[in-house]
């Protein structure tokens, strides 16, 4: 299990990429899942703009998913709602990341091999969840 902040997939730094190609291609495991919950306080410090310090430049990810989703987010009443539809944009913005990755590409590159030795040198990865777990902890 690995987790962070807001629990964000993010490409351009090392821990959670390698985490994902360890379990997949050392542990051969067979299944990955993006876990989001409802309460995220750092979801929350977003939606309220609040200020956190030097952890603003790791939830700037997530302002990014409240830009690209402005027009549905903005109509929304209450920034409870605001923050709720938040942290299920997230884990979705979240396991497409996951597939972006070089590992997922690859590992789905290995499974469409139809030799035997091909297939000798693939991973275990069968599926990829977005799921959410209904603990409302502040984390
Ligand atoms: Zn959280």
Known sequence: MHRNITNLVVNSELNCPSVIQFAVEVLKVEHVMVVG?????GVQAVVQQQSVGLAENWLGHVEDIVH??????????SSDQR???LCELKVTEQVANVCRTTIL???WHLMSKSTKAERGV???LRF???TFSMSRSQN
């Open 128 to 130: 990829l969840h977005g």
């Open 83 to 85: 923050s709720a539809r």
């Open 37 to 41: 919950h409802y309460g995220c306080g």
């Open 122 to 124: 693939r991973t275990g």
């Open 105 to 107: 590409r690859r590992a």
């Open 68 to 77: 690209n989703n402005a027009d549905q987010l903005d109509g929304m009443k």
